[in-house]
């Protein structure tokens, strides 16, 4: 009887739209909380992103960046991520605390002045601690960066261990003892595949 009254209770509060992402995100890498929101949302730190995000994260230029199902850059507290020059970061891809993902970097004959470039990191990638992508670096599908990581130029085919300073392969890993998973409910930070579908066509 009482495993009933859960079902129900819980089956109405997914009918309040924002209780439902609540629910349906929780045991995911890119929750959505009720403390997460509020901050973002109402105190305003990065309110403009659709994601969600620590307020001790710093994310600039959010128009410029698009995120993946499961992906939450800047969930973790103390990260930089700069988008000036174009982010794109693919599926269930996790980033650490300390992170700076930076698309744009001063001109070294004019500091007031820019040079801009995409960076991508592909699907089921990680992140490690105070790791640094450089503008323009492009990783592949299951592209690990280690803690400290200061990556400066591409690797495209994915499925390594990236490590130093600045960053080489230190393993490669082998594409089919890579897990590829799916979230039960697909998610693109606060909003659903549809809205996010919408939103970039």
């Known amino acids: 009887m009482e495993k009933y009254f859960k079902q129900k209770i819980v089956s109405l509060l997914r009918m309040i739209p924002f209780i439902k992402r609540i629910i349906e995100t929780r045991r995911t890498a ?7 929101f509020f901050i973002q949302k109402i105190l305003g730190f990065n309110r403009a992103a659709y994601w969600p995000t620590h307020h001790s994260t710093r994310i600039t230029n959010v128009d410029k960046i698009k995120i993946g199902i499961g992906t939450a850059p800047g969930l973790s507290n103390g990260c930089y991520i700069q988008g000036m020059g ?36 592909g699907e089921y990638c990680w992140i ?11 990783l592949g599908d299951h592209t690990i960066v280690a803690a400290g990581a ?45 809205e996010f579908d919408r939103k970039f066509s």
């Not at 890119?30 to 997460?36: C, F, L, M, N, R």
């Not at 490690?128 to 992508?133: D, E, K, Q, S």
């Not at 690797?155 to 594409?175: D, H, N, S, T």
């Open 86 to 121: 174009g982010i794109e970061i693919g599926n269930y891809t996790i980033v650490a605390p300390g992170v700076g993902i930076i698309s744009g970097n001063h001109d070294l004959y004019d500091y007031r002045k820019h040079e801009v470039s995409k960076v991508i990191i």
């Open 150 to 194: 200061i990556v400066n130029k591409s690797f495209e085919e994915g499925y390594c261990v990236l490590g130093g300073a600045p960053a080489k392969i230190i393993k490669k890993l082998e594409p089919s003892d890579c897990v590829k998973y799916n979230n039960e409910y697909e998610y693109y930070g606060y909003i659903t595949k549809k």
């Open 128 to 138: 490690g601690m105070n790791a640094v992508i450089l503008p323009g670096v492009i």
């Open 30 to 36: 890119g929750p959505i909380t009720i403390k997460v």
